[in-house]
């Protein structure tokens, strides 16, 4: 089955910087990856979707990255803003099915 | 974007008890809707794919008999906790993949937060 990692520890970073959170998968390419965000006892929100053919995806301040050789998506969040702070999940989709990795904390300190 | 709706939000039972809990599609039909347990800092853990008209596929490791899911029209998906203990006490967090265009996101409810006493 798929592995999902994501780094546990909460990532803090000051206003205005950009915040940068990792998604790694272990076995195979997934068609597509997605990036989702969680607030406190609420369900996950969609942000974006990156395909596999796809190295890079854009909306408003969020920036998503996929490498298919590293098996790696990076999640980018510039001009940061403490509103942004929150989990954020990456989620990977194989043989029907979506596989969550545990999510990151970020913390954005005005 | 598409709206899907889960009910109880909380839900506090004695063990022994079952549970229901609801997830309805508002505004579009969901042929598929996923059912994902969450432990406190952990990641969503898929349960069951839930498809209507038909029986629902479990994860391995799922208890089907104590995880009862009905899905009987294209807008509900029902997840029943049989026999609640307190180590079900957990948040439950149903979506289902769809809306218009098809983009391949999930749309998740609330969640619903079980306490089994």
């Known amino acids: 089955s798929q592995k999902i990692e994501q780094n546990s520890e909460a990532l803090n970073i000051q206003e205005g910087k950009t915040a940068t959170l990792t998604c790694n998968y272990t076995n195979y390419s997934p068609a597509y990856l997605q990036w989702y965000r969680q607030d406190p006892g609420r369900g996950p929100v969609f942000l974006l979707l990156i395909r596999e053919n796809e190295k890079e995806k854009r909306k408003e301040r969020l920036k998503v990255t996929f490498d298919t050789t590293l098996k790696q998506s990076l999640f980018h969040i510039t001009a940061s803003q403490p509103a942004d702070s929150a989990t954020y999940l990456c989620a990977v989709y194989n043989f029907n099915k979506f596989y969550f990795g545990s999510g990151t904390k970020l913390n954005v300190k005005p | ?117």
């Not at chain 2, 997830?23 to 800092?41: E, G, H, I, N, V």
Request: with cysteine.
């Open chain 2, 1 to 117: 974007g598409a709206v899907v709706s889960q009910h109880p939000s909380r839900v506090i039972c004695k063990s022994g008890t079952s549970v229901k809990i609801e997830c309805r599609s508002l505004d579009f039909q969901a042929t598929t809707m996923f059912w994902y347990r969450q432990f406190p800092k952990q990641s969503l853990m898929l349960m069951a794919t839930s498809n209507e008209g038909s029986k629902a596929t479990y994860e391995q490791g799922v208890e089907k008999d104590k995880f009862l899911i009905n899905h009987a029209s294209l807008t509900l998906s029902t997840l029943t906790v049989t026999s609640a203990h307190p180590e079900d006490s957990s948040f439950y967090i149903c979506s289902a993949e769809g809306g218009t265009g098809n983009t391949g996101e999930l749309f998740f409810g609330e969640g619903s937060r079980l306490t089994v006493l």
